[in-house]
């Protein structure tokens, strides 16, 4: 039970998340909404079973939380 009420939580973050991009244009408080719920990729929204029509607006965000991560990693540009 525990597990679905998480999952259920994720889901609603990331239908939240989506709403943000798709009728505000808000990627940066996607992004929070997402990091907030521990999601960082693809695989995290597979994992939960997101539905397409939410991991489609999604994806530009996911690009960028990407490209951010890869700065910050010993060598990455961090910004430059």
């Known amino acids: ?6 999952r259920d939580i ?6 939240a998340a989506a709403i943000c991009v798709r009728y505000f244009g808000e990627g940066v408080v996607a992004e929070e909404i997402l990091g907030a719920a521990g ?8 994992r939960i079973g997101a ?4 991991v489609q ?3 530009g965000v996911l690009r960028h939380m990407k490209a951010r ?3 910050l990693q010993p ?6």
Do not use: F, K, T
């Open 10 to 15: 994720e889901i609603g973050m990331v239908i």
């Open 1 to 6: 039970m525990a597990g679905e009420r998480s």
């Open 69 to 71: 991560r890869a700065a």
């Open 57 to 59: 607006a999604l994806r």
């Open 39 to 46: 999601i960082s990729d693809m695989a995290d929204l597979r």
């Open 75 to 80: 060598g990455g540009d961090h910004g430059r």
């Open 51 to 54: 539905d397409a029509y939410d």
